[in-house]
């Protein structure tokens, strides 16, 4: 069987996603090898249809959206400092998809040189059915720590995605100001 997968480029960088009831999961692999391990932390910002604004992130174990829902409708799976073939995931109820109004999904490098370019990383969104979608990081500021890898935005009960890959080099306030989120930011640690 062939390997079919979308991969999103900047000359095609969205799509939409298969709005059907079940989890869809989204992963980001890196390269944590080399002279200077890097340890990536997959996050995300998310805004609900309520207006309800908030961060996923092992910062402060912010593992789930809402956080204290009996079923989240963003839960990560925890954090993976070594990188490798599982790396780090999250899912997305689908099923709740009419509570979402967008969710940006983004990597910070925890620990270890920014090094974007050594760190080979990429993100996959694996829907509940069709192929995988890739975004590579496959450019680099050596300067940041963030980089905004896609956004999702609900666009009548239909999520699409779009690349983004953006880096900032005065970390989550800078992106968070970048794509209007509105919260407010402090020291976090794992």
């Known amino acids: 069987m062939e390997d ?12 939409s996603l298969p709005a059907e009831a079940g ?5 980001l692999n890196w ?10 932390d997959l996050c995300c910002l998310w805004e609900f249809a309520d207006g309800s604004r908030g961060c996923v992130q092992a910062f402060g174990g912010k593992f789930n959206a809402p956080r204290n829902a009996a079923v989240p409708v963003i839960a990560h799976d925890g954090d993976e400092r070594r990188g490798g073939p599982e790396g780090e995931s999250m899912t997305i109820d689908m099923s709740q998809v009419q509570l979402i109004r967008r969710i940006l999904v983004f990597a910070y490098i925890y620990d270890g040189v920014p090094n974007w370019a050594a760190a080979d990383g990429v993100v996959t969104v694996y829907p509940v059915s069709g192929p995988p979608v890739e975004v590579n990081l496959d450019e680099s500021d050596p300067r940041a720590r963030v980089c905004a890898m896609f956004l999702l935005r ?11 890959v953006r880096y900032f080099t005065r970390g989550h306030r800078a992106m968070d100001a970048a794509y209007d989120w509105g919260l407010t930011w402090g020291r976090g640690r794992k």
């Open 4 to 15: 079919y997968r979308v991969v999103l480029t900047k000359e095609a960088p969205r799509m």
């Open 23 to 27: 989890r869809m999961r989204v992963t």
């Open 31 to 40: 390269n944590a090898a080399g002279p200077t391990p890097i340890d990536l």
């Open 154 to 164: 609900n666009v009548g009960g239909e999520l699409r995605i779009r690349r983004e």
